[in-house]
């Protein structure tokens, strides 16, 4: 095998070892590290009218431009037989990159236009951007090699999604950040929303949901909320708070109402040793009734470790608390576990409920999960109840409770205690 063909071959083992330095250190400095992959078209036609020759320098012309326009060692590499690796280690910005492909096509174009003498040479830059290190090496290769096909095919680089997805993540970082802050300093909220029973029209129970707005006015749902958490490590820290802040309310409450309140608790967490403590300790702390705390778990929480979910459970339920199967029918537990759960109600999740008065086949499913409930001696709440038709309906099929903005958005405590000494109950 000559040297020339084996030269692409060592530089792109050279190329990957390189890749494996700069991610590493992208990583341990949390910075961004871009790279170009840059790809000779049109040699072909050249070698066959021009001979190789021309060929050739049109490469080593691509190879002298890409190190100049680089100035760093160790960052442009011959990866194929007409394909070029640019990389941009310590990219401050992600967006800085589009830059680089303009200045690369601009500059290669002008110089192989000299040396080739005005013919035609094809010039397709695929791209990737390794946020903070987090893709390992082969993915970002993989990356800007799946980047120049959608090039050579008559697409964009991908440049835009690529930048999107990174402005996406670095806000997220920033998130993350502002979390931490307002974990720390208690800078959260808590609406609550009546759970109504279907026929009393009394309001027995509210949930409590969290709420954060931040410093600069950005409203971030509790889905989102609940995520940073889980990537902050701070599920735990987060539940704490919740269970404190609506166990202090419900303490105010006690001397005015027997209303209840429900808390919800992570998945992660339910099999975790530590929290039973933390809702028998919130509750001795502030003093509640047990009895009238409603302790929300999705459907799926124990499947990972169903001995200790199960245990968990079981001794919440012995300290007098109420357990609920949230979001019922949304994840992938089997029926045979409601023998062993010790819960005593189950939520039918808001997106049955928004079109099973419109689609047969989610109607049954609604009935189905209300005689399920039935038969495992729970009662029933059905979540997302916007209209009478469906309050009506879901009454009709035996369905016990309902939320939604039907009856009342979620509010914050005061605004609650005011919407309850005006509640005239349900309409006849």
Not at 111 to 131: E, R, W
Not at 141 to 165: C, F, I, K, M
Not at 213 to 229: D, F, H, Q, W, Y
Not at 277 to 282: F, V
Request: charged fraction near 20%; charge should be negative; aromatic fraction near 8%.
């Amino acid at each position: 095998m000559s040297d020339a063909a084996t030269a692409p071959a060592i530089c792109r083992a050279q190329c990957l070892s390189a890749l494996d330095r700069f991610v590493a250190a992208a990583r341990a400095e949390q910075s961004h590290l871009g790279m170009l992959l840059v790809d000779i078209g049109g040699l072909a036609r050249i070698n066959h009218s021009h001979g190789y020759a021309l060929g050739d320098h049109v490469l080593l012309t691509s190879q002298r431009e890409l190190l100049a326009l680089s100035k760093l060692p160790d960052t442009v590499f011959r990866v194929g037989s007409h394909s070029f690796a640019f990389l941009l280690p310590q990219l401050g910005n992600p967006a800085l990159i589009a830059l680089a492909i303009n200045k690369v096509n601009s500059q290669l174009r002008a110089s192989l236009s000299s040396a080739t003498g005005g013919l035609k040479v094809d010039i397709h830059v695929g791209v990737a951007v390794n946020h903070e290190g987090r893709a390992q090496t082969l993915e970002m290769l993989s990356s800007a090699e799946a980047s120049v096909r959608q090039v050579r095919a008559g697409g964009d680089h991908g440049l835009e999604q690529l930048l999107q997805h990174v402005e996406d993540e670095t806000k997220d970082d920033q998130l993350e950040q502002h979390f931490i802050t307002a974990l720390r300093e208690n800078d959260f909220g808590l609406a609550y929303q009546p759970k109504v029973n279907l026929l009393t029209g009394n309001i027995e129970s509210v949930e409590a949901l969290l709420r954060w707005r931040t410093n600069s006015g950005e409203t971030v749902s509790p889905e989102k909320v609940v995520a940073l958490a889980a990537v902050a490590g701070r599920s735990f820290e987060l539940t704490k708070w919740i269970v404190h802040q609506a166990f202090r309310q419900l303490k105010e409450w006690q001397a005015v109402t027997d209303i209840g309140v429900a808390v919800n608790v992570q998945a992660e967490l339910v099999s975790s040793p530590d929290v039973v403590s933390l809702l028998t300790d919130a509750r001795a702390i502030w003093g509640v009734d047990p009895q009238r705390v409603t302790v929300e778990i999705t459907e799926n929480a124990i499947i990972e470790d169903k001995q200790a979910g199960f245990s968990n459970l079981t001794k919440l339920r012995d300290a007098g608390m109420r357990l609920s199967i949230d979001d019922f029918g949304t994840g992938y537990s089997s029926l045979s576990y409601f023998k062993h759960i010790p819960a005593s109600e189950l939520k039918i999740d808001r997106s049955f409920i928004q079109s099973f008065l419109e689609e047969p086949r989610e109607f049954e499913l609604v009935k189905i999960m209300i005689q399920i409930g039935r038969e495992f001696g729970m009662s029933v709440v059905a979540e997302g109840i916007e209209d009478e038709s469906a309050f009506r309906t879901l009454r009709e099929l035996g369905c016990d409770y309902g939320q939604g903005f039907y009856f009342a958005k979620p509010m914050k405590a005061d605004a609650l205690e005011h919407w309850l000494l005006a509640w005239e109950g349900l309409p006849q």
